[in-house]
C-alpha cells in the first residue's frame, strides 16, 4: 500500500486536500463499496471535479447508472459511447461511458476467438447472450477489461489523464476484484472439461458420463447439445481471454491505480467498508481514500490514531449522532419520527479500524439529492477531511 504521510487535520475539501492530490496524481481510480451508498454519484462527481479543478481529461465508466443520473450526464439511452459532458470552459475535459453487457461481451468474442468462423458460430448459439450476460462474476469482469482496454488504447484515439471506475453493485463489494481470478478458474475447471467433452478423450468420457447421463434427464437432449455447443466454443477463447485477464490484473495492481471505497454512516455499511478494505490490501491493491456519503447532519465523525503502544499503524473513524431524543420528539409525523429514530440508532457508536495512512472524507446528506450536473459539480465543495 502506498504511503502518503501522516493523517491530515480536520480540513475541509474546498481547499487542497488529499481529495484534490488524488485526482490531480492519481491515472486510475476504482470506485468500491457496497451497494446503494452512492458509489455511481460520488464516481461523478469525481469525475467532474479533476475536469474542472485539475484540467484532466477524465473518463468515468459506469455499468448501471440511474436513469436520474445518466441523463443528468447525458448517457442515457447511449449505451458504449464516450460522451462528452460539458463542465466548463477550462482545459478540463469529462466523458462519462456506460457499459453495455451485450456489446462487451461481443468485443471480447470478436478479439478473442481464434478465427472469424468460431466467433460468428459463439454468437450465433440460442444460449450465448443468456449466458454471457448471467455468467458469475459477468459485469464485474467486464467493467475491469474496460478499464484496462481503456488505459492501453483510449477509445477513437482519445488519451485520458484519468480514468475513474463505477464497479458493479453485487453481493459482496470484495467481488470485482476478484472476478479476472474466478474467470481464470472456471476455465480450468472440471465442469468445463465435462461440458466439453466431445471434443475429449476417451477416458475424460467415461468419466463424465454419469454427470452428462443426470444433465440429459433434467434438461433434455436438446439443451444439452446447446449448451455443450455454446461452451466447447466458449473454451475456443481461452488463450485470449487468459491474455486479458493478465492485463487486467496487471491495471489492478499498477502504481498508479488507486481504490476508493465509499460507504455511508450506518454501522452495517463501516462494518462491510471494514471488511472489503481488508480484502483490498490481502490482495495487495492500493487503497487510498475511505468516503463516508450522506453523512445526517448532526453527526459527528472524528479520527483517532494510535497511542504509540503498537497501535499507531491504524486509526479508528468514530461516528455518533448528536441528535438528541427529545429532537425526535419534537418531529409531528409518526412515521418520520421511527425512521429517524431507525437512522439515529445505526449510526449511534459506530466505528470503522483502518490503516492509518488511508484518508478519511465525509459527505454530506443533501436532502434535495442529486439531480443535475451542478449538483455533482459542487457535491464534493464541503465535504470535510477527517
Not at 502518503?4 to 487535520?9: K, L, N, Q, S, T
Not at 488507486?258 to 452495517?268: D, G, L, M, N, P
Not at 480484502?279 to 497511542?307: C, H, I, Y
Request: glycine fraction near 8%; charge should be negative.
Amino acid at each position: 500500500m502506498t504511503e502518503h504521510g501522516p493523517v491530515a487535520d480536520d480540513g475541509g475539501c474546498d481547499g487542497e486536500s488529499s481529495l484534490d492530490r488524488l485526482l490531480a496524481t492519481a491515472a486510475v481510480i476504482v470506485v468500491a463499496g457496497p451497494g446503494g451508498v452512492g458509489k455511481t454519484t460520488i464516481s461523478a462527481a469525481l469525475g467532474v471535479r479533476a475536469a474542472r479543478r485539475h484540467d484532466r481529461r477524465v473518463l468515468v465508466v459506469t455499468v448501471d447508472p440511474a436513469r436520474r443520473l445518466a441523463d443528468a450526464l447525458g448517457v442515457a439511452g447511449l449505451p458504449g459511447e464516450a460522451v462528452l459532458v460539458p463542465v466548463g470552459s477550462g482545459d478540463g475535459r469529462l466523458w462519462v461511458q456506460m457499459v453495455e453487457m451485450a456489446q462487451a461481451w461481443n468485443r471480447i468474442v470478436d478479439e478473442c476467438a481464434p478465427d472469424r468462423a468460431t466467433a460468428e458460430a459463439l454468437l450465433a448459439n440460442p444460449l450465448y447472450r443468456s449466458l454471457t450476460t448471467r455468467f458469475v462474476a459477468s459485469h464485474d469482469y467486464v467493467a475491469l477489461d474496460r478499464l484496462a482496454e481503456l488505459n492501453e488504447r483510449g477509445p477513437e484515439g482519445i488519451g485520458f489523464d484519468l480514468l475513474v471506475v463505477d464497479t458493479p453493485p453485487g453481493e459482496h463489494a470484495v467481488d470485482v476484484f476478484d472476478a479476472p481470478a474466478r474467470l481464470e478458474t472456471f476455465f480450468a475447471s472440471r465442469l468445463l472439461r465435462w461440458l466439453t467433452i466431445g471434443s475429449g478423450g476417451r477416458l475424460s468420457a467415461m468419466a463424465a458420463r454419469p454427470f452428462l447421463a443426470v444433465a440429459e434427464r433434467l434438461l433434455g437432449s436438446d439443451f444439452l447439445t446447446k449448451i455443450t455447443e455454446f461452451f466447447t466454443l466458449f473454451a475456443e477463447l481461452r488463450p485470449g481471454l487468459l491474455a486479458r485477464i493478465r492485463r487486467v490484473e496487471r491495471q489492478l495492481h499498477h502504481p498508479d491505480t488507486r481504490v476508493v471505497v465509499i460507504t455511508t454512516s450506518e454501522r452495517w455499511a463501516l462494518g462491510t467498508a471494514r471488511r472489503l478494505l481488508d480484502d483490498v490490501v490481502e490482495r495487495g491493491l492500493n487503497p487510498t481514500m475511505l468516503a463516508l456519503n450522506r453523512v445526517w447532519p448532526s453527526t459527528a465523525v472524528r479520527t483517532e490514531v494510535g497511542d504509540g503502544s503498537g497501535d499507531q499503524g491504524w486509526q479508528t473513524v468514530t461516528v455518533r449522532s448528536t441528535i438528541a431524543a427529545d429532537d425526535l420528539v419534537s418531529i409531528d409525523d409518526p412515521i418520520l419520527r421511527q425512521a429517524m429514530a431507525a437512522v439515529v440508532d445505526q449510526i449511534a457508536d459506530a466505528e470503522v479500524r483502518l490503516p492509518r495512512p488511508l484518508r478519511t472524507v465525509v459527505v454530506d446528506w443533501r436532502a434535495a439529492g442529486v439531480t443535475g450536473l451542478e449538483d455533482l459539480g459542487s457535491l464534493l465543495d464541503q465535504c470535510r477531511e477527517v
